[in-house]
C-alpha cells in the first residue's frame, strides 16, 4: 500500500489559517489524494481529494506539488469546530487495493480560542 | 438527506452468538466497504463490495461476513463473535466504483461493539 506521512499533531488559533502537510513520495500517477477528518465519536468525515491540479471546495483547499509527492490541506479560517484528526490518504487503483482508502494515523488538530 | 445508516449504534454481546450490523445508504452508491478502527491502529478495511453480488476481501476478513443482495444496503455478519472483535466499525459507501475514480466516500455514524 502507498504510504504517508503526516505530522502527530499540531495547534493553530480560532480565525487563522492551518496549513496540514502530508507526504506521499511513493503515490503512484493514477492514484488519488484524499482528505478526511474525524471528530470524537463520529465517522470519517470527507473534506476534499485531488489528483494533479490544486482543488478548493466550501471546507479546505487542496494544494498539491508538482511532483505530486506532497500535499497541504489548507483551512483558511480555522475554528474550534474544525478540531479533528485530519488524515490523508492515497487511494489505490491497483490489484486487491482497488478502492480501498488506507488510513494512517493521521494528524490531531488543536484549535485554541 | 444523504446518508449512510448503521444500526445499532451500540452492541453489547457474548461469544458465539452470532450478530448483524446493517448498513444502507440512500445515495444509489455502487461501491460500498466495512471498516474497524481500533486505538493504535487506526482504521482497517475488512470487506468491501463494488457492485450488487460482487464482494471481496479487505486486510482483515476473518471473522466476518458480508452480502450484497441490493445496492443499498451491506450488512456486516459475524456468525460467531469473539472479543478480539470487540472494535468500533464503520460502514462506508462511494458513487464510483472505489476511491480510484473522483469521488469522494460517505462514513456512517459508526457501531460500537462490545464482545463479552
Known amino acids: 500500500d502507498a504510504k504517508t506521512t503526516q505530522p502527530n499533531s499540531m495547534e493553530s488559533n480560532e480565525e487563522e489559517p492551518v496549513h496540514l502537510p502530508c507526504n506521499h513520495s511513493t503515490i503512484s500517477g493514477t492514484d488519488y489524494i484524499h482528505w478526511y477528518r474525524q471528530l470524537p465519536s463520529q465517522g470519517p468525515e470527507y473534506v476534499i481529494h485531488?489528483?494533479?491540479s490544486n482543488v478548493n471546495n466550501r471546507m479546505a483547499s487542496l494544494a498539491i506539488a508538482e511532483d505530486r509527492k506532497s500535499s497541504t490541506l489548507i483551512l483558511h479560517r480555522a475554528t474550534l469546530r474544525d478540531a479533528a484528526v485530519y488524515y490523508c490518504?492515497?487511494?489505490?487503483?491497483?490489484?486487491?487495493?482497488?478502492?480501498?482508502?488506507?488510513f494512517g494515523q493521521g494528524t490531531i488538530l488543536t484549535v485554541h480560542p | 438527506e444523504a446518508q449512510v445508516t448503521q444500526n445499532p449504534r451500540y452492541l453489547i454481546t457474548v461469544t458465539g452468538k452470532k450478530l448483524t450490523v446493517t448498513c444502507s445508504q440512500n445515495?444509489?452508491?455502487?461501491?460500498m466497504s466495512w471498516y474497524r478502527q481500533d486505538p493504535g491502529l487506526g482504521l482497517r478495511q475488512i470487506y468491501y463490495s463494488m457492485n450488487v453480488e460482487v464482494t471481496d476481501k479487505g486486510d482483515v476478513p476473518e471473522g466476518y461476513k458480508v452480502s450484497r443482495k441490493e445496492k443499498r444496503n451491506f450488512p456486516l455478519i459475524l456468525e460467531s463473535p469473539s472479543p478480539n472483535q470487540t472494535s468500533l466499525y464503520f460502514c462506508a459507501s462511494s458513487l464510483g466504483q472505489g476511491g480510484a475514480t473522483p469521488y469522494g466516500y460517505t462514513f456512517g455514524s459508526g457501531t460500537r461493539l462490545t464482545v463479552v
Open positions: 490518504i492515497l487511494s489505490e487503483r491497483g490489484g486487491t487495493s482497488y478502492g480501498k482508502l488506507t
Open positions: 485531488g489528483l494533479t
Open positions: 445515495m444509489n452508491h455502487e461501491y
